[in-house]
């Protein structure tokens, strides 16, 4: 299944190479809901809220009424995750708060899933030279995406799982990696990070893996009517 993504940042729809650089902003959001209208789930973003510096909040709402969206960025807290699903969201992302002094918080995955419903969190473990990176990207653990997925996994619907070194470039994502966290977990598991063509999302989805996509769509890289039929397909 393809993902669109839709990153949100100082009001605007924008990408983001290896989330730092801003590449790409858009202003008009019709265009965007149109054209990511009839896919089973879109991505969306807070890349404000994930970087601490505000929130798109108003925004969210507006697209999580017309889109059905799995929403994260800056998803630290019970009560936020309430809010946002609240608002429309199908599921929402948590990837910094699951990591407290070094380690899996499993504490608070188990609180989370106790109060919201497992069945409406994804967890997302993003990775830059191998190791977790939270607060939107600029702050590195020391623990692997294997170790996250193995300590979190009885609390989440699914995984999302990010290769930040390839983030934006349309570089392809590295399928070795994706293989070996994929068997790690029975449950749903997004791949994202420099995918750049319906090959490579088909050959994703023959390892059960859903992608995420973002540059190589605002850049037109992807004939999106074959990824949506393929979806309803599926």
């Known amino acids: 299944m393809l993902i669109p993504s839709i990153d949100l940042m100082g009001g605007k729809i924008v990408q983001l190479v290896q989330g730092q650089k801003k590449a790409l902003e858009f202003d008009d959001f019709d265009e965007w809901v149109d054209r990511f209208s009839g896919f089973p789930l879109v991505q969306l973003i807070d890349l404000d809220a994930a970087i601490g510096t505000g929130d798109n909040r108003a925004l969210i709402g507006d697209f999580v009424r017309r889109l059905p969206c799995q929403v994260g960025g800056g998803i630290r807290s019970v009560g936020t995750a309430q809010e946002i699903l609240r608002l429309g969201a199908r599921r929402v992302i948590l990837g910094s708060s699951l990591i407290h002094k070094g380690k899996p918080d499993t504490a608070f995955a188990e609180k989370l899933a106790g109060i ?77 990070g420099g995918i750049s063509s319906n090959q490579e999302i088909e050959q994703l989805q023959a390892m059960n893996v859903d992608a995420v996509v973002g540059m190589a769509l605002y850049l037109g890289k992807l004939d999106l009517a074959a990824a949506r039929t393929a979806d309803q397909i599926k």
């Open 116 to 192: 919201v419903g497992a069945e409406r969190l994804v967890f997302a473990v993003d990775a830059k030279g191998g190791k977790v990176a939270i607060r939107g990207w600029r702050e590195g653990t020391v623990l692997t995406p294997m170790e996250m997925i193995r300590a979190l996994d009885a609390w989440c619907f699914g995984f999302l799982y990010t290769h930040i070194d390839n983030e934006g470039l349309m570089k392809g994502i590295p399928f070795d990696v994706v293989r070996t966290l994929r068997a790690a977990t029975s449950k749903q598991f997004i791949a994202a």
